[in-house]
Nanobody
Framework: QVQLVESGGGLVQPGGSLRLSCVAS????????MGWYRQAPGKQRELVAH???????NYADSVKGRFTISRDNAKYTTYLQMNSLKPEDTAVYYC?????????WGQGTQVTVSS
């Protein structure tokens, strides 16, 4: 069984930055997609960004130009660099790995943007 562990969340002021990390509990091959999702109170979970094994990326319109996703295959890790954070970015952020058609989710990390 693979477990994903997120870290890097916290409280930040508007305009600030955070870097989220998500690492797998054991070595995994064939991680096709690594992605980040978020869920704000009372809202559905939504895609923030994902990156394929080939390096192609996709971002939600609301974070384009502010967030950057990356991956380190040797470390089974994905990162989400979040800059120019806004109060509306406040949510629980989840990572997701897709491996051979199966999805694995992390437990989530809280990001709160507030002055």
């Amino acid at each position: 069984q693979v477990q994903l562990v997120e870290s890097g969340g916290g409280l930040v002021q508007p305009g600030g930055s955070l870097r989220l990390s998500c690492v797998a509990s054991r070595s995994i091959s064939n991680i096709y997609i690594m992605g980040w999702y978020r869920q704000a109170p009372g809202k559905q979970r939504e895609l923030v960004a994902h990156i394929t094994s080939g390096g192609s990326t996709n971002y939600a319109d609301s974070v384009k130009g502010r967030f950057t996703i990356s991956r380190d295959n040797a470390k089974y890790t994905t990162y989400l660099q979040m800059n120019s954070l806004k109060p509306e970015d406040t949510a629980v952020y989840y990572c997701k790995f897709v491996v051979l058609g199966r999805a694995y989710w992390g437990q989530g990390t809280q990001v709160t943007v507030s002055s």
